[in-house]
């Protein structure tokens, strides 16, 4: 296999399905479908999984107290909530894998099996607190006077006789990598967590349960079900093929795939990723992931929006309001990636006022109406303006480069500062000022082309945030017949000055971003 058949493959968490998505969830995912959208318009090959965690004592009790049976309560979940909210919110995941589904159990229990025969796993006695809520493991300090520190729910005593992984023998080689390798565990500020958790010794890790049986049975001891975390960590590896046949399409796709690029979660499951899930890799001796990035947590009312909460939020409550693109251009434009931030109805209005509605749709229709008024709706001859280009090609490879540093901020800050540029320029040009004397023509055409032409750019930066009202605009600009998809624009290209062509049909399309007034009406 050459390494640049090798495609960018990045995942999110697999959510438990104890609940609907919430506001929480989604910004995981639509970071993720952004960054690989983003990584296709670079013209690589892409693979994004998400998918479903249905396994352990949460999902279980979730469906008992709803008097369904586990496996019925997630298949519910999945099709009449988790799949159709990514549909809606405009997710192009490649796969969604769901833990109870045989492909990824079977190939579970093979990679157990392989522990076992290499000697990293054995029998022992677990003795301790145990948190529901995490579905983790308790150290004394996660919590206080007996509760779990995250969910501040009393925590069960197990005492167990389970099957432990031998996970303390690899935290040298862990500490290692991450000296070697820094960028494996991002931002900084995770990495020193992670490393100090590492340095303060960790000890081997109960990997089975004997006490309910809604999990993936350990092969050699079906007694015992595989602890919920070892199970859903897997899923990474098990829904490209892990341990397949050579030559199978399973091994196969495991070659292009493997290892993953980017793990994106929130900084909740970091441990699990950033420590356990490095070591079942080491043991089975395949390679680690490329990165863990660890984004910060989207607080309601200063406090972690959550499903065991009241505050928590549905993806529609929003996009009802703002609609789709306005909610996954919001939080990735407003939060640094990697620090928590709190999410209010007022900067939300406000934002997408000035930059949404103002500066990017404003910009479009009044460009539009001017080409149909000025130009009998053709764009003009092609023209050239080296202030607007130079700004274009500043924009286009800071966004690119912030952007593939997940620091999605910096990227979008850099798209809409070029578009406030452009607004600058048709406010300086004036070209209903121009358009009042035929002999300034010439003069009134450069600029609506130039105007035009920094809106086929804006269209395509912007797609991966906002793919549906990018696809608008392109319509409108004529560009569907003349540059062909939006989505096979390339990021590189995209500062090449003049490539709407002379003579394309360009029309008026539905308002990118309604005034919210009416909205509300
Ligand atoms: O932990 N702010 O699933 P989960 C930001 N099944 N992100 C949030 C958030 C918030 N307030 N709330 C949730 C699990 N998230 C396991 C994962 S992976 C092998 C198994 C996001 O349903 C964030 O990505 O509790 C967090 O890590 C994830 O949802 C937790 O989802």
């Not at 620090?339 to 406000?350: H, K, N, P, R």
């Not at 392109?474 to 290209?493: C, H, R």
Request: net charge negative.
């Amino acid at each position: 296999m050459s390494a640049d058949s090798k495609s960018f493959y990045l995942t999110t968490p697999i959510y438990y399905v104890n609940d609907a998505p919430h506001i929480g969830t989604a910004y995981t995912t639509v970071a993720g479908d952004v960054l690989t959208r983003w990584h296709r318009q670079r013209g690589e090959s892409v693979w994004f999984l998400t998918g479903t965690d249905e396994h352990g004592q949460k999902v279980l009790s979730a469906a008992q107290s709803n008097g369904v049976a586990p496996q019925e309560w997630c298949d519910r979940l999945v099709e009449e909530s988790w799949k159709p909210v990514w549909k809606d919110l405009n997710i192009a995941n490649d796969d969604f894998i769901r833990t109870t589904e045989p492909r990824h159990m079977e190939r579970v229990q093979r990679f157990l099996t392989g522990l076992k025969d290499a000697g990293y796993i054995y029998s022992g006695k677990y003795e301790g607190p145990y948190c529901i809520g995490c579905e983790e493991f308790k150290l004394p300090a996660d919590l206080d006077e007996g509760r779990c520190k995250v969910h501040g729910t009393p925590v069960e005593i197990l005492s167990e006789e389970n099957w432990f992984f031998k996970l303390s023998a690899f935290v040298p080689q862990i500490l290692q990598h991450y000296k070697d390798h820094p960028e494996a565990c991002e931002p900084a500020s995770a990495r020193n967590e992670v490393v100090s958790f590492l340095e303060s010794g960790v000890e081997d890790l109960s990997i089975s349960r004997s006490t309910f049986d809604w999990g993936i049975p350990v092969p050699w001891d079906t007694k015992q079900v595989v602890y919920v975390w070892f199970d859903a960590l897997l899923n990474y590896a098990t829904a490209v093929g892990l341990g397949d046949e050579a030559g199978s399409d399973g091994a196969q796709k495991f070659l292009r795939t493997w290892p993953a690029d980017v793990h994106l979660v929130g900084k909740d499951i970091l441990r699990f990723h950033a420590v356990i899930w490095p070591a079942m890799l080491m043991a089975a001796n395949l390679p680690l992931p490329k990165k863990v990035f660890a984004h910060g947590w989207l607080l309601v009312g200063g406090e972690k929006m959550s499903k065991s909460k009241a505050n928590k939020i549905a993806p529609s409550e929003i996009t009802d309001h703002f609609g789709v693109d306005a909610f996954r251009y919001y939080f990735l434009r407003a939060i640094p990636f990697g620090s928590d931030g709190s999410f209010s109805w007022e900067d939300m209005s406000a934002r997408y006022t000035s930059e949404l509605a103002n500066d990017f749709g404003n910009l479009a229709s009044r460009l539009i109406a001017m080409i149909e008024k000025y130009c009998d709706g053709l764009i003009p001859a092609v023209a050239y303006d080296e202030t607007l280009s130079n700004a274009l090609s500043l924009a286009a490879s800071t966004a690119d480069s912030a952007i593939v540093a997940l620091d999605f901020q910096t990227g979008i800050n850099a798209i809409i500062d070029f578009c406030k540029r452009v607004n600058g320029y048709v406010t300086e040009q004036q070209p209903w000022v121009l358009a009042k004397d035929p002999a300034n023509v010439v003069e009134l055409e450069k600029v609506l082309y130039n105007t035009a032409d920094a809106l086929r750019a804006l269209a395509v930066l912007l797609h991966p945030i906002m793919p549906a009202t990018t696809e608008i605009l392109w319509e409108s600009l004529g560009a569907n017949e003349t540059l062909g998809e939006i989505s096979k624009q390339l990021i590189g290209d995209v500062g090449r000055w003049g490539q709407l062509p002379k003579g394309s049909k360009v029309t008026k399309g539905a308002v990118l971003f309604p005034r919210l007034e009416e909205k509300a009406e």
